[in-house]
């Protein structure tokens, strides 16, 4: 992880990474040029180490879709700022508007 995440933006990104897994998503994570974790993972400290390469990500929410010839299925994203606010308080910088991603940001 860079120093792009003060402690509170680690413990925010930590939180949403934590709902989502729990909701039963996986995550990737996108950093603005390049994939920094590009095969959905269950590994908490595996995401936690891909965040932070730049100063922002998207973490995109997949589940697996064994029908449609790909691995897994994109269903929401959040995209993370870093910088704005220490507590991270104002680390979500944007996210899909549907139910699932506004359940886990709340």
Known sequence: ???????????????????????????RVWEGEDWALSKPSLNVAEI?????????DRIDFVEPTPYTGQSYKKVGWILFIYGNCPDGSELYADWSDNELTNKIVS
Do not use: P
Not at 48 to 56: D, F, I, N, P
């Open 48 to 56: 936690m180490a891909a965040l932070g390469s730049t100063g922002e």
């Open 1 to 27: 992880m860079s120093d792009f995440l003060t402690l509170g933006e680690k413990q925010k990104a930590r939180e949403v990474i934590e709902r989502a897994m729990r909701a039963g998503y996986a995550i």
